[in-house]
């Protein structure tokens, strides 16, 4: 089937202009991630939801990200007034139930430039 | 704060040497450790997931060992082959969900 998309693929953008990038997990997985790649920083996590409980936002960097999952399906992460420390790779991920026994599956990712 | 370290950053090895990656972490308080494969410009894929109260997980020509108690997993490869050219990605979680991901280790098999 089909497995983690994510749009767009790439996105420049100038600093202090808002961007909303977009998730969609494998149907039927209920727990949705959001990890972001940087150069020489690695794979920090950002976010994670599960069904209809309270999203772990502890890994956001700012109160500049924010992140909402409707109908517990799609999910888009905003970052407003973007900086170009926030240029890097946005990585989503869903797993089945968000059990730590579950396997994530990873998205292409989304590709961030601020100039 | 968990911090996962992977050595080598980088390794070349000719066509058909077996190989191990390394992977240490300092809180060993972790639900499980994984090892993920990350192609150039593409997502990441998982390769093996060993829960904390295993001791080690094997598909195909990978094997995977975790020590929890001093905070180490190896990524054995056997018999490598150009297609194995990838970043490879260890991570652990202390939360059950949230991963922590070391910075990779970068493979070049050549023919």
């Known amino acids: 089937g089909a497995g983690v998309s994510q749009s767009p693929s790439n996105k420049v953008t100038e600093k202090g202009k808002d961007v909303e990038l977009r998730c969609d997990p494998i149907s039927g997985h209920t727990a949705l991630y959001w990890y972001r790649q940087s150069l020489g920083q690695g794979l920090e996590f950002l976010i994670y939801?599960?069904?209809?409980?309270?999203?772990?936002k502890s890994g956001l960097p700012s109160d500049r990200f924010s992140a909402e999952r409707t109908g517990g399906s799609v999910s888009t992460l905003t970052i407003q007034r973007t900086q170009q420390e926030d240029s890097a790779v946005y990585l989503c991920?869903?797993?089945?139930?968000?059990?730590?026994?579950?396997?994530?599956?990873f998205g292409p990712g989304t590709r961030l430039t601020v100039l | 704060k968990q911090e996962v370290t992977q050595i080598p950053a980088a390794l070349s090895v000719p066509e058909g040497e077996n190989l191990v990656l390394n992977c240490s972490f300092t809180d060993s308080a972790i639900y499980n450790l994984q090892w993920f494969r990350q192609d150039p410009g593409k997502g990441l894929t998982s390769l093996l997931l060993?829960?904390?109260?295993?001791r080690e997980q094997t598909s195909g020509r990978l094997n995977a060992s975790l020590d929890k108690s001093s905070g180490r997993s190896t990524l054995y490869i056997a018999a490598s082959q150009p297609g194995d050219s990838a970043t490879y990605l260890c991570a652990v979680t202390n939360s059950g969900y949230a991963l922590n991901f070391g910075k990779g280790t970068s493979l070049l098999v050549t023919p």
């Open positions: 060993i829960q904390s109260s295993q």
């Open positions: 991920a869903s797993s089945f139930e968000g059990l730590s026994t579950d396997t994530q599956y």
């Open positions: 939801f599960q069904g209809n409980s309270a999203p772990d």
